[in-house]
Each structure stands twice: as C-alpha cells, then as structure tokens.
C-alpha cells in the first residue's frame, strides 16, 4: 500500500507543467480579441434612433390582428401557406434528384474517380448561398413563387446529397451477402437489404432540410422569390411594425407548429 501511494507521489510530482502554456495561450486569446476590437466602430446613430427603436418595439408586440387573420391573398395565412408550398416543393423535388447523385457520388457504390467528380459537382453546388441562387433564377424565370421553388431545389440537391452519401456508405454490407447466401435475386436484396437501411434515413434527412427551408423560403422573399418576404421587407420599408409583427408572429407559430410536427415524424423514422 505505501508503495503504491509512494508511486502515485511520485507519479503526481513528475506530470507535465501546463501552467506556462496555459497562460501564453490566454494572453494570445487576450491580444487577438483587443486587435479584432480596434477594427470595430460605435456609431451613435441618429438622434431618433432610440424613437425608431420604441416603435419597432411597440409595432412587434401590438401586431395587425386584421392583418394577420385576413384570409384573402394578401393576408398572413395565405402567404405562410405560399411560403409553406414553396419549401415542401422544393424539398421534394431536391430529395428525388438527390438520390441518383448520392448513389454516383457514393465510393462503395462506383469506382472512386466518378465519386470523387461526384462529390466536386456537389461541393460547388453547395458553395453558392440561397440568396446568389435566387437572384439568379429571377433573371432567368422572373420574380415569383416559381423562382423560390427552384432555388429551394437546387439548394436541398446539395445538403441531402451530401448527407445521404454518408448513409449509403454506411450501408451494413453483411445483410446483403446472407440475402446472396440465400439465394435472393438482385430486386429481392435491393428490396429487401439495401432499401430498409437507406428509406429512414433518407427520409428523415429530407424532413430536417424541409425546416431549414421553411427558414429560407421566408428569407427569399426579399429578393421577390415569392412567400411572405416580400411583404416584411415592404412592411419594413414604409415603418408599418404593426404589420411586421403580423408577419412575425404568423412566422414564429408555423415554424413552432412545423418543428413539433417534424420532431415527431423523424423520431418514429429513426427509432422505428
């Protein structure tokens, strides 16, 4: 026993002293935070700023009630369920595409360089934020719901993709050699041994970029992609806040409404 606690003493005297590494690293952590603060500049704005502050306030926390209950094409309802069908559709129209690119861009799935030219077409698909993407389709398609559909698209072939190849690659090969041990043909273990192991998660990677659209679509209204941006930024514009809290909180109850929903839908998926 005292041998024992003769070698911990010792062991405890001998361990490395951090202490000076420690304190270099905060004072380098210190000096990078004092240069990044030199760069920044305090504006005090103008002298109504803190007027237009209290009213974006009192407009948000008084909202428009006929504005937000209008049930025609220009109230909130409506254009949350424009934003709503904007993001479904492209969510699903991303999902379907995304897969023939997983499985191409997949490594155990075909030989290596086409993977590897693969996951390059995708990793430049994703290197373009929604908002470049929305610009873009407006000079091609106009300004509308169509516009916000296709960048929905396009930007969700780039994260499901992405994420379904790591699912695909992680495909349990042992199932499929007892299927071939069994005699199953190639529909049967497709069928049977990959489908199985790839439908949840595809699935419940879809619903996950579904809400993150939601997010978006609402966002690329301001560049005309139709949905309810549009009509914050003009709210936003003409200093109507009454209206701006309409939008706001039609927003904050459907994400609310919609991230329960999906919570629920992708437990079920993963847990079975």
């Known amino acids: 026993m005292d041998e024992n606690m003769d070698l911990i003493e010792k062991q405890y005297k001998n361990r490395p002293r951090l202490w000076l590494y420690q304190m270099i690293t905060l004072i380098l952590i210190l000096a990078l935070i004092a240069w990044s603060g030199s760069a920044v500049e305090f504006n005090a704005g103008r002298s109504k700023g803190l007027q237009v502050a209290k009213n974006i306030i009192l407009g948000i926390l008084h909202p428009d009630t006929a504005f937000l209950f209008n049930l025609t094409t220009k ?37 290596k360089p086409v993977a590897l030219l693969g996951r390059l077409f995708i990793m430049a698909v994703r290197t373009i934020p929604p908002f470049v993407y929305g610009l873009m389709f407006i000079r091609v398609t106009g300004p509308g719901p169509f516009t916000g559909l296709l960048t929905m698209s396009l930007c969700s072939i780039g994260m499901l993709t992405k994420m379904n190849i790591e699912t695909i690659e992680d495909l349990d090969v042992r199932i499929l050699e007892s299927l071939d041990a069994a005699g199953c043909n190639t529909f049967e273990k497709i069928r049977y041994g990959i489908m199985p192991q790839l439908i949840p998660n595809f699935l419940s990677t879809a619903i996950y970029r579904f809400d993150m659209n939601l997010r978006d679509a609402a966002v690329l209204g301001f560049v005309g992609a139709g949905g309810i941006g549009a009509p914050l930024m003009f709210a936003m514009s003409s200093y109507r806040w009454n209206q701006v809290g309409a939008i706001l909180a039609g927003l904050i109850v459907l994400i609310l409404l919609m991230e329960v929903f999906s919570t629920r839908v992708r437990v079920k998926l993963i847990r079975g």
């Open 75 to 111: 109230g909130v309802p409506y254009l949350l369920f424009e934003t709503v069908c904007i993001a479904f559709l492209g969510t699903i129209v991303g999902a379907v595409l995304a897969i023939p690119f997983s499985f191409l861009a997949a490594s155990n799935i075909v030989p």
